[in-house]
Nanobody
Framework: QVQLVESGGGLVQAGASLRLSCAASGRTFSTYAMGWFRQAPGQEREFVAGIRWIGGPTYYADSVKGRFTVSGDAAKNTVYLQMNSLKPEDTAVYYC???????????????WGQGTQVTVAS
């Protein structure tokens, strides 16, 4: 079973940066692609960014392209979401997730982290 543990969320001012981390159980990256999703109150869970494998293709929602970067460190079994130039509309609970087959659809993901709150004050 894949286990994902997120960290790095918090309260920041607009324009600030945060780096979210998702620590995965061993051998996860040899089998699964990773995605980052977010969900704001009253909203559907939406795709933010994804990575097919460490060093491989990355994907971004239009709303975060140019501001967010997804990456990974296989030696640390960790994926990251670097978030720069944060905006109040980025406020949400952020989740990392693992899928055997790459997708932007949250329903395709088999394993999920617990979520971490990101709040961006105006």
């Amino acid at each position: 079973q894949v286990q994902l543990v997120e960290s790095g969320g918090g309260l920041v001012q607009a324009g600030a940066s945060l780096r979210l981390s998702c620590a995965a159980s061993g051998r996860t990256f040899s089998t699964y692609a990773m995605g980052w999703f977010r969900q704001a109150p009253g909203q559907e869970r939406e795709f933010v960014a994804g990575i097919r494998w460490i060093g491989g293709p990355t994907y971004y929602a239009d709303s975060v392209k140019g501001r967010f970067t997804v990456s990974g460190d296989a030696a640390k079994n960790t994926v990251y979401l670097q978030m720069n130039s944060l905006k109040p509309e980025d406020t949400a609970v952020y989740y990392c997730a693992a899928t055997r087959r790459w997708s932007r659809d949250h329903t395709s993901y088999e394993y999920w982290g617990q979520g971490t709150q990101v709040t961006v004050a105006s």
